[in-house]
């Protein structure tokens, strides 16, 4: 059954899901109220980078499946299923997830509602948003019958986000309203199978797990950063112990990949929301709390020991970083470790120079004082150290003989453990550092 469907903002999420809905059969609007970017995708040019999109969005776009709009109020007319993607930026001094992008949509939807419609929220929300979107919704619509909600919580990764969709791990959708639920079950049906279960819940639970999977995943990544810290300590060695635990079932091996510091747009705002909400509720959960404080350590001790491998003093070195966004096959630079790690390099004395394959826009507003090179060739001339920030796939096929011909002192500190010692030497580097061994 073809759903007609019509995903409010254009961002990340919206833009990526509203495309992998109409490759799946529904019809999509996808609305923004950004013109500029309506008009350039009607052009074919995305306003992200992920790989593969530009292809899906243009194959639906050609077979009519797909069609963009600035008009949300004509966008929802007749349709079955609204989905909210818009921002929830976490609060300038609270932390807590902005909602005012979201309720404004809601409102502006609803009364633009002629028939029975879900308005399904795919923005990451904090518990009780739902219950306030029915009520919102009900008080806007021509008629109460026309409103049902559904919470359906987003586990896209950026780089990977089409697989993601595609192929996840399970589809949950918190929903108590029958048509509703059909309705959802019909959208998701095309990639439900006896392996992706569709997880149906009740709202409130919905709004958890979404949260409680980031949180869950940022205080994986914290413990394993910590572990690496202790195999350092003891003379162990990460990899080896990351494997040892991960290939136990019940711990499991992704995420066990050390890293200086998780960041994105999504972790450090939701373990920090979901931490808010529990407080707000009045329980304490001092996990999270502790997982989001180490982090916050951990990008600084990063920018330390880049200093004690320089011998002490960051005085007058100049320091080359390989990759600045949070993480590798994305232009996103959101809470990336870098925006923290460079500057106190800087504030010790170092001039940073540094590449990036994406070239993230506004790069030299973000990290000021650092010359980012467009093109990886030259950009480690006499450079003091070598620091590998970014898991950048193609990182592991560049010219390090090149790169340490170049460079003044022959120092590499892979804060990604993405390169291997033996090659780094046999490329000329007299000391290579990793992580955790
Ligand atoms: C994350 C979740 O993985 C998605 O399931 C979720 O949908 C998304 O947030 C969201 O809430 O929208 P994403 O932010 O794209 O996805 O990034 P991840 O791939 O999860 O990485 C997050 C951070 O952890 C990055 O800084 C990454 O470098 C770091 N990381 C990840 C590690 O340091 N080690 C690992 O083993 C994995």
């Not at 976490?90 to 009364?111: F, I, M, N, Q, R």
């Not at 010692?421 to 007299?430: D, L, T, Y």
Request: charged share 25%.
């Amino acid at each position: 059954m073809s759903v007609k469907i019509t995903m409010i903002g254009t961002g990340y999420v919206g833009l990526v899901t509203g495309a992998c809905f109409a490759e799946i059969g529904h019809q999509v609007i996808c609305v923004d109220k950004d013109a500029k970017k309506i008009e350039k995708l009607h052009q074919g040019v995305m306003p992200i980078y992920e790989p593969g999109l530009d292809e899906l969005v243009m194959r639906n776009v050609k077979n009519g499946r797909l069609t963009f709009s600035t008009d949300v109020q004509a966008s929802t007319k007749g349709r079955d299923a609204i989905f909210l993607c818009v921002g929830t930026p976490p609060h300038p001094e609270t932390g807590a997830a902005d909602l005012k992008y979201v309720y404004a949509a809601v409102e502006e939807v609803a009364s633009g509602l002629d028939g029975f419609a879900v308005i399904v929220t795919k923005s990451t929300v904090p518990v009780g948003t739902n219950r306030r979107v029915f009520e919102i919704a009900s008080k806007h619509a021509n008629s109460k019958d026309f409103v049902a909600v559904a919470s359906n919580p987003e586990f896209l990764r950026e780089g990977a986000a089409i697989t993601d969709f595609m192929e996840p791990d399970r589809v949950v959708v918190g929903v108590e309203n029958d048509r509703a639920s059909m309705l959802m079950r019909a959208i998701y049906e095309p990639i439900v199978t006896a392996s992706i279960p569709f997880l149906q819940t009740s709202i409130e639970s919905a709004e958890v797990i979404k949260y409680a999977a980031n949180g869950f995943l940022a205080i994986k990544l914290s413990f394993i950063n910590e572990v690496s810290d202790l195999c350092e300590a003891v003379g162990a060695n990460v990899s080896d112990v990351a494997k040892g635990i991960g290939l136990d079932k019940r711990i499991g091996l992704p995420f066990l990949h050390v890293g200086p510091g998780w960041g994105g747009s999504c972790f450090p705002k939701d373990s920090m929301a979901l931490y808010k909400t529990a407080q707000d509720f009045g329980v304490t959960m001092r996990l999270i709390e502790s997982a989001i404080v180490a982090n916050d350590e951990r990008k600084l001790c990063m920018a330390d020991r880049i200093k004690q491998y320089c011998g002490g003093s960051l005085q007058g070195k100049r320091i080359a970083v390989l990759g600045l966004t949070f993480k590798g096959q994305t232009d996103d630079m959101r809470e990336s470790p870098s925006l923290v790690i460079i500057p106190q390099l800087q504030r010790e004395g170092a001039t940073v120079c540094a590449f990036d394959p994406s070239y993230p826009e506004g790069i030299d507003e973000m990290l000021p004082g650092v010359s980012v090179s467009k093109t990886p060739e030259d950009f480690c001339t006499n450079a003091d150290a070598l620091v590998i920030m970014t898991d950048w796939r193609e990182f592991r096929s560049y010219d390090y003989k090149h790169f340490a011909e170049s460079m003044k002192n022959k120092l590499a500190i892979d804060l990604r453990n993405l390169l291997d010692e033996k090659s780094m030497i046999a490329a000329g580097f007299e000391a290579y550092h990793r992580l955790g061994e």
